[in-house]
């Protein structure tokens, strides 16, 4: 027994920190040694214990210690060579920041559920379908355990009724809900937390109407009134029961667009226009979301192929244009999430994050092991004599991987700070949308997490290879020459060169990606404006949700332009459905009729855009060919089989005609048809996309519709938009205020700007976007330069002796020169082509593999500007960032050198 | 030199290594020899603790190591001896005059139990 314990001993005595058991190891031996026996005899097998616990205990104690000083040690260092310590937060923070920053847009917005929604995973949503389609849907019992239709976000003018009948509150608040079938709340699994939910067999068509309200409505807009459920509030200017309140957290099933309040699909079209036209039974209405929650067994994909071959079969009845097309008719994303994302997308958006995230961290840890590295040289002489007083090799390593942790450290927390700079900046944009967007990037605790792992590993990382090489060391030699030991000329792949060489690679690649990128938003994404936009006025009406009927809004705007004209300064006055210049969605399928038996050329992806008469003279867009929609355009009764004009742009009327003349052909959506009669040039739309993803790009083919009656009772999610162009500031804007109020006091002008602020707006993004990736690769500019400055300045101190001897001899201060830079320029060389071709062969990669980022690679790597532009400004800081240091070589006075030492 | 004061209260191994090093040098096993006998064998110095501890008060300065080595019979020449430092007396001191004062404290309040 005591022979066990005392091997057990002795192996642990031998597992103290070196230094520890260099002096007390064998002490400590000796005196368990010499105890064992007192202590068998007077505690048995208890106090045998007692000893090995004494000694386990004592173990990580010492380890402890020992890192504490360490960690003391590391300080007083970096606090001696602040320069660096600064360079090296300061770099790794904005490195581990912006990775921080993309990490939480993972977590923040891709990851979470929907809350308050039951069994997230098993939800699917299909985008824009119409009623009827879903209704054959929601019947296919073996694939879906329920379904329901809905369409958000809807704006609603809601005003609260005071409980004695008198308008307390009258003036109206435009509030964005859900408009829902009545399976919605079911299939998501949300009960009411008072009242009750839809029902289908409560809620029928004709029922008195009903609105279900969510937690935040009934907290922010009506005081918690404990007797909400039973009171009726107005709605769009007609009576509706509040029926139930949601629970607390529920903010509908896309909660980045949170819904305040629900409104059944049996609610008459008075109150919700969105129901006008009858869209519940027209098979071409696909204005709808379809939302269902897949039946045990089945997968997203099962589902999709299921419902594929349903669609099609109703295509082939209803004679959808595009019916014809081949692969997928439906697309199927998970539900149940913050966005819905299609999963396909997810690895390509965090792709090039991680890439770029990848090479910032990346570079900013080549420049701290490059300096690491230099200081761990002049440091040789401090490492050789701690070695030969018997410190462990080990112990050094983990003294100098301490110090670079720490340094991490710094940068990891510099990283935080920066990345909650970075959302708060982003909270304050507003983004270029008609119904309000909740996105909070602010890091949580899982982003901490991922950047306290990112800091460790990049701590480590650029730690240990310099630790590794300053510790293997001939010790006799060094401590003979000290610091200025001539090591072996001139390496070609020593690691400092390898370093340096993919540090200027790294960073080249970093600005050409950048570059690409952003050279590509900005020519996808200008908006040309050729007048002064401070001189158009931008404002909303929607009077159907003020109360007025189809008939009355018809009315209202048919006078509208002309009354408006009568403001002082008034130019042209003209209608749109949405604001200019705002994003599109290119979600519809039309079709171009053929002229004899061949077969009808389909166009996916098409954005569609109803504008009033004037609206491209107003902008002073020039006709390409034809003409543009006249005020009687406006007034034809398209239910009287009266073909509408309508133009394209030019991407449209390429897509659909090829070289032929599109004047005078027809297109059609579905059964519809229309007349071509015009062709306009490509106006930019920042922001718009296909509905799956945004797509970086203008050249979406759009087609316009002209604004008639049956538009006007219709109003869309942001109201009509008015333009006014005006030859004045703001008093043609104050005449406008009192025309409308003239007309009727009770109507609400709502979103009020110029066309420069609307513009300002819906490029706000992609100006962040181009700050973010401009200030990503200046980072990366500014950190070659860096570490090739100290680079040159080590390599000039190292050889001052040779260059003294030189000097001495004859040689003339441009020959010196010129030594010191061949050394830094053949890396720069180097570094510049090998960069050069990673980022034409990433950017071609990423290009192929995404259509997100296609049209930007595409429009930007072939930009000579930056592909001549960008190596050029590298190599030129990075040749001035050798010659600073190396022109302190010609400085040096011969003499001086060569009696040092 | 660091204040005595900066040390009070002292940790109980490092007042028992402090007290057992008053009178003369000692070694590591005589040390716990004698912390054993004056407390009637109630507190034992572990060896890894004991060695910890004088570890720590070297660092701190109270103790060191002893270069004088004792008559040659008595000598073991595998330990090491350590000794109180200048530093260490005093500390040394200051601890068993705050710990009298304790003691005097206590009997002031005894005193008055008594008399009450």
């Keep these: ?901 | 030199m660091p204040k005595p004061d900066a040390f009070l209260p002292l940790k109980t191994n490092w007042f028992h290594i402090l007290l057992s090093l008053a009178g003369e040098d000692q070694h590591g096993y005589g040390i716990m020899q004698e912390v054993l006998d004056r407390t009637g064998g109630k507190v034992r110095l572990w060896p890894a603790t004991l060695y910890g501890s004088l570890k720590r008060l070297i660092e701190a300065g109270l103790i060191e190591e002893s270069g004088e080595r004792p008559a040659r019979k008595f000598d073991d020449p595998r330990r090491r001896y350590y000794r109180l430092t200048r530093l260490g007396r005093r500390v040394l001191d200051a601890e068993s005059v705050r710990l009298q004062e304790l003691v005097r404290i206590l009997q002031v309040k005894r005193g008055l139990e008594v008399l009450e």
């Design chain 1, 1 to 901: 027994m005591k022979s066990l314990a005392m091997r057990i001993y002795r192996r642990l005595a031998w597992a103290f920190p070196h230094e520890f058991q260099m002096v007390y190891g064998a002490d400590v031996i000796q005196l368990g040694e010499d105890a064992m026996d007192d202590i068998w005899e007077q505690h048995g097998f208890f106090g045998l214990a007692r000893l090995l616990a004494d000694i386990a205990m004592r173990l990580p104690i010492e380890y402890l210690s020992e890192m504490r000083r360490d960690l003391a040690y590391a300080l007083r260092t970096l606090a001696k060579s602040r320069g660096f310590a600064a360079v090296g937060v300061l770099s790794l923070g904005m490195g581990i920041g912006i990775a921080t920053f993309s990490a939480s847009e993972f977590f923040n917005l891709i990851l979470p559920d929907a809350p308050g929604v039951k069994d997230p995973g098993r939800l699917a949503i299909e985008m824009g379908t119409s009623y009827p389609y879903f209704e054959h849907y929601r019947d296919q019992r073996d694939l879906f355990a329920g379904a329901a239709a809905y369409q958000g976000p809807v704006p609603f003018n809601v005003s609260l009724n005071s409980p004695l009948g008198g308008a307390v509150n009258s003036k109206a608040e435009r509030v964005f809900g859900h408009l829902v079938s009545p399976e919605y709340f079911s299939v998501l699994g949300v009960r009411a937390a008072r009242g009750r939910t839809f029902d289908a067999q409560v809620d029928r068509p004709g029922s008195a109407p009903v609105v279900f309200i969510s937690d935040r409505f009934w907290r922010n807009r009506m005081d918690s009134d404990p007797d909400a459920v039973g009171r009726a509030i107005q709605v769009n200017g007609q009576e509706a029961t509040i029926v139930g309140i949601g629970p607390r957290d529920f903010l509908g099933v896309t909660p980045i667009r949170p819904a305040e309040i629900f409104v059944p699909t049996t609610s008459p079209a008075a109150m919700v226009p969105e129901l006008a036209g009858d869209v519940l039974h027209k098979r071409d209405a696909k204005f709808f979301e379809a939302l269902f929650r897949l039946a045990p067994g089945v997968t997203l994909k099962s589902a999709e192929a299921g419902l594929d071959t349903i669609t099609r079969h109703l295509d082939e009845e209803s004679l959808d244009p595009a019916r014809n097309v081949q692969g997928r008719r439906v697309t199927l994303v998970p539900g149940g999430k913050l966005v819905p994302v299609p999963r396909e997308v997810i690895p390509l958006i965090f792709g090039l994050a991680l890439l770029l995230d990848g090479l910032i961290v990346g570079i900013a840890c080549m420049n701290l092991a490059n300096m690491q590295l230099a200081r761990a040289t002049t440091r040789r002489r401090e490492v050789a004599i701690r070695l030969s007083v018997g410190a462990s090799r080990f112990r050094l390593i983990r003294q100098l991987l301490t110090e670079s942790v720490l340094l991490a450290c710094a940068g990891g927390v510099a990283g935080i700070l920066c990345a909650y700079l970075a959302a708060a900046v982003f909270k304050r944009i507003k983004l270029p949308v008609a119904f309000p967007i909740t996105i909070d990037l602010t890091p949580d605790w899982r982003a901490v997490l991922f950047t306290c792992a990112v800091s460790l590993a990049a701590g480590i990382g650029f730690g240990l290879a310099p630790a590794l090489a300053s510790t293997r060391a001939d010790l006799a030699f060094m401590l003979k020459e000290g610091a200025l030991a001539q090591v072996r000329g001139y390496r070609r792949f020593g690691m400092r060169n390898l370093l340096m060489v993919s540090q200027v690679a790294g960073s080249l690649m970093l600005l050409l990606i950048t570059g690409f990128l952003i050279i590509g938003f900005d020519k996808g994404n200008r908006v040309d404006i050729a007048f002064d936009p401070m001189k158009m006025y931008l404002l909303s009406l929607d009077p159907v949700r003020d109360g007025y009927s189809a008939e009355k809004a018809a009315n209202l705007f048919d006078k509208l332009p002309e009354r408006l004209q009568r403001a002082p300064g008034a130019q042209q006055i003209v209608l749109a459905e949405a604001p200019p210049f705002s994003p599109l969605m290119a979600t519809s399928t039309l079709a171009a009729r053929s002229d004899a038996g061949a077969p009808d050329q389909v166009v996916q992806k098409v954005a569609k855009q109803t504008i009033g008469a004037g609206y491209f003279a107003a902008l002073s867009v020039n006709m390409l060919e034809g003409r543009e929609f006249s005020p009687s355009d406006q007034r034809i009764d398209s239910s009287k089989n009266q073909l509408l004009p309508v133009v394209l742009n030019e991407t449209a009327a390429r897509e659909f005609f090829g070289n032929r003349d599109p004047l005078g052909r027809r297109i059609a959506e579905g059964s519809r048809a229309y007349d071509v009669a015009g062709v306009v040039k490509d106006l930019s739309a920042p922001l718009s996309g296909s509905g799956d993803t945004a797509e970086l790009t203008s050249q979406i083919p759009t087609v316009y519709f002209p604004l008639t009656r049956s538009d006007f009772a219709h109003s869309p999610v942001g109201g009509m938009t008015v333009m006014v162009r005006a030859t004045r500031g703001a008093d043609t804007l104050e005449g406008v205020r009192r025309e409308i109020a003239s007309l009727d006091p009770n109507l609400v002008m709502f979103n009020v700007r110029t066309l420069a602020e609307q513009v300002d707006e819906a490029t706000a993004v992609m100006h962040l976007d181009t700050f973010f990736y401009g200030a990503i690769g200046s980072f990366g500019l500014i950190l070659a330069a860096i570490g090739l400055a100290g680079v040159t300045a080590y390599s000039v101190a190292r050889r001052r002796k040779e260059i003294g001897i030189r000097m001495a001899l004859g040689a003339r201060k441009g020959q010196v020169l010129r030594l010191v830079m061949r050394e830094g320029g053949t890396l720069v060389m180097a570094g510049t082509l090998l960069g050069f071709l990673g980022a034409i062969a990433v950017s071609r990669a990423l290009g192929a593999a995404s259509s997100i980022f296609g049209p930007s690679f595409a429009a930007g790597s072939r930009d000579p500007r930056l592909l001549l532009g960008a190596p050029l400004l590298l190599g030129a800081l990075a040749m001035l960032a050798c010659y600073v240091p190396a022109r302190r070589s010609v400085k040096i006075d011969p003499l001086i050198a060569l009696r040092e030492e």
